[in-house]
Every structure is written in C-alpha cells, then in structure tokens.
C-alpha cells in the first residue's frame, strides 16, 4: 500500500495568515491527489482534486500544488471557518489511502 | 441537490452483523461508482469497499474482506454494506461515498454522506 504522511500534525495559525500543509506518498502517485476539510463532527469535504484542481463551490484562497511524492495544500489568507482538519488522500492505486490529518489550530 | 443519507449503524456485539444502507437523490445514482469510507474515533479515514455504477465490480479493503459485502440497488438509489463477523476494530463511524465517474477504479469522493456510527463492544 501507498503510504501518505502529512506535516505538520497540528499547526497553530492565525486570520489571516497563509499556510501551508505538506503531504509526502511513499512512492509516486503522479497528481493522483486530493484534499479534503473536515470540521468537529462533520463528514469531510472534497476540496482539491488532481494535485490542484478546486473542487467547485471551493473559495480561491484554497490552492493545490506538487506532482510524484511531494504535495502541498495552501490557504492564502485563513479565514475562521478554516479552522478545521486537512487530510490528503491518493487515488493513484489501490487502496485509496488518507494522510494522517492536519489540524489547523488557533 | 446530491444527498447521500446513511442508516442502520448501531451497537453490536463483537461476531454479530449488521446491515447499513444509504439513500441517494439528486444525481443519477447507476452513473456513479460508490465507497464506503471509515473513521475510527479520534482517528483518520479509511477506504473501506467500493462498487462500480452497475453493480458489477466490488472491491474491499484488505481489513474487512471476507466480512463485509457492498452492494447496490440501482431502482432504489441506495448503496449497502452488509458487515459480518464484527470486530472491536471496526468500531468507527461509516461515511457513504461518491466517486466522480461510473468505473470503479481508485479516485476521490465529490459526495460524502454525514455518516452512521457503528460500535462493536460487549
């Protein structure tokens, strides 16, 4: 199996500030990738797709970048509603495997 | 509106069975291929099993093959997954899914249900 790992585990951010969410896959996935929020209680939610397609509906200050092993999820500018959980997900080949989760903490 | 509406999760004791279904409106339901994802508490998402837009073609994790059975009901739009064999580790909440294309074939969720909890505890 694929194995993805995502850093940091828990990023402690502010309003406002830009960050950024790395997530490593054991072997290459190509741009096989998506990431998904998931908020306290809340089913996920597809944001990116294909490494840095938005998923429609998804504001722009949400971007996707990185091919092969290494990716990465950017917020330009956090708004509250960001503060939630990333995780990363590989459709490269089977199984779909997730990233560990990143909590995005005030 | 896509809407995927799961049920049938509960408490069940560890060797017993259960059988969860999930509803969906909004979209052509035999057009798309559908997973099950998991969420153990506090933890991360696991893929689970998933079905092509026909029924044809299953596929399960190595972790519940041999126990769990997807399946589908293309007059019904509604997707199943019957669990047998039940283990404390399958205690999770079970997430219904949908796959952007009808092949069944690794790829990314566009549609998440809110999910139905599932513990396996004596």
Redesign the interface.
């Given at each position: 199996d694929i194995q993805m790992t995502q850093s940091p585990s828990t990023l402690p951010a502010s309003v406002g500030d830009r960050v950024t969410i790395t997530c490593r896959a054991s072997q290459s996935i190509s741009n096989?990738l998506?990431w998904?929020q998931q908020k306290p209680g809340?089913?996920?939610?597809?944001l990116i797709?294909k490494a840095s397609s938005l998923?429609s509906g998804v504001p722009s200050r949400f971007s996707g970048s990185g091919s092969g092993t290494e990716f990465t999820l950017t917020i330009s500018s956090l708004q509250p509603d960001d503060f939630a959980t990333y995780?990363c997900?590989?459709?490269?080949?089977?199984?779909?495997?997730?990233?560990?989760?990143t909590k995005l903490e005030i | 509106e896509v809407q995927l509406l799961e049920s049938g999760g509960g408490v069940v004791q560890p060797g017993g069975s259960l059988r969860l279904s999930c509803v969906t409106s909004g979209f052509t339901f035999n057009n798309y291929a559908m997973?099950w994802v998991r969420q153990a508490p506090g933890k991360?998402?696991?893929?689970v099993s998933a079905i092509g837009g026909s029924g044809g073609s299953t596929?399960y994790?190595?972790s519940v093959k041999g126990r769990f059975t997807i399946s589908r009901d293309n007059y019904k739009n509604t997707l199943y997954l019957q669990m047998n064999s039940l283990r404390a580790e399958d205690t999770a909440i079970y997430?219904c899914v949908r796959a952007?294309t009808i092949v069944v074939r690794?790829?990314?969720?566009?549609?998440?249900?809110?999910?139905t909890p599932l513990t396996v505890s004596s």
């Amino acid at each position: 199996d694929i194995q993805m790992t995502q850093s940091p585990s828990t990023l402690p951010a502010s309003v406002g500030d830009r960050v950024t969410i790395t997530c490593r896959a054991s072997q290459s996935i190509s741009n096989w990738l998506a990431w998904y929020q998931q908020k306290p209680g809340k089913a996920p939610k597809l944001l990116i797709y294909k490494a840095s397609s938005l998923e429609s509906g998804v504001p722009s200050r949400f971007s996707g970048s990185g091919s092969g092993t290494e990716f990465t999820l950017t917020i330009s500018s956090l708004q509250p509603d960001d503060f939630a959980t990333y995780y990363c997900q590989q459709y490269n080949s089977y199984w779909d495997t997730f990233g560990q989760g990143t909590k995005l903490e005030i | 509106e896509v809407q995927l509406l799961e049920s049938g999760g509960g408490v069940v004791q560890p060797g017993g069975s259960l059988r969860l279904s999930c509803v969906t409106s909004g979209f052509t339901f035999n057009n798309y291929a559908m997973s099950w994802v998991r969420q153990a508490p506090g933890k991360g998402l696991e893929w689970v099993s998933a079905i092509g837009g026909s029924g044809g073609s299953t596929f399960y994790a190595d972790s519940v093959k041999g126990r769990f059975t997807i399946s589908r009901d293309n007059y019904k739009n509604t997707l199943y997954l019957q669990m047998n064999s039940l283990r404390a580790e399958d205690t999770a909440i079970y997430y219904c899914v949908r796959a952007p294309t009808i092949v069944v074939r690794p790829d990314y969720f566009d549609y998440w249900g809110q999910g139905t909890p599932l513990t396996v505890s004596s």
